[in-house]
């Protein structure tokens, strides 16, 4: 079945330190992921997506097909980077996907 | 542009009465349609999907119902609510980039 499992609740750390939130999947398909992220009182949104390659506001994501992982990085963490992190994993094919979202790690980046 | 929105933002209800949450999307036509659950603790799960008028999956059983009237209406409802139906209620849509684009959100409290 479908999976994403993200194993942290909670990561603290302190402002410009290396921050790895883990993202590990189950699918037997080619998997399509994201990161989705929610700050304080605004609505959850896109932040990158594997297909891209992209690194958005300093964080990169590489898939691992091996290990089965999509692990999101950023080597020196900011305090406006605290927010709650989805892994998502796209599920099904052309118009018809559905997204299966991890339950969440809540980024904490202290001063 | 396209922008979505959900209303109400705050719901406070009894326990057994009924639910209706609604969502509409301007500005693209024939969006695939989603109602996520965020309860405490246990993230994102998908609640229902729609591909299209009428066209309504549910991905969990639950005392909930969806339905769609309009190509970019999307109504979560309840006859009787029960205490466990309580979370933040998103609705989202996607079109063909895969990419979902959610809306603010509405806070559901079952008393």
Redesign the interface.
Known sequence: AQRVT?PE?LLSVFKGAPVELKCNYSYSGSP?L?WYVQYSRQ????LL?HISRESIKGFTADLNKGETSFHLKKPFAQEEDSAMY?CAL?WGSG??????????TTLQVKP | SQTIHQWPATLVQPVGSPLSLECTVEGTSNPNLYWYRQAAGRGLQLLFYSVGIGQISSEVPQNLSASRPQDRQFILSSKKLLLSDSGFYLCAWSGSGNTIYFGEGSWLTVV
């Open positions: 993200q609740k399509e994201f609505r959850l949104q896109l997506r989805y796209l118009n018809t996907g559905k997204l299966i979202f991890g339950q969440g």
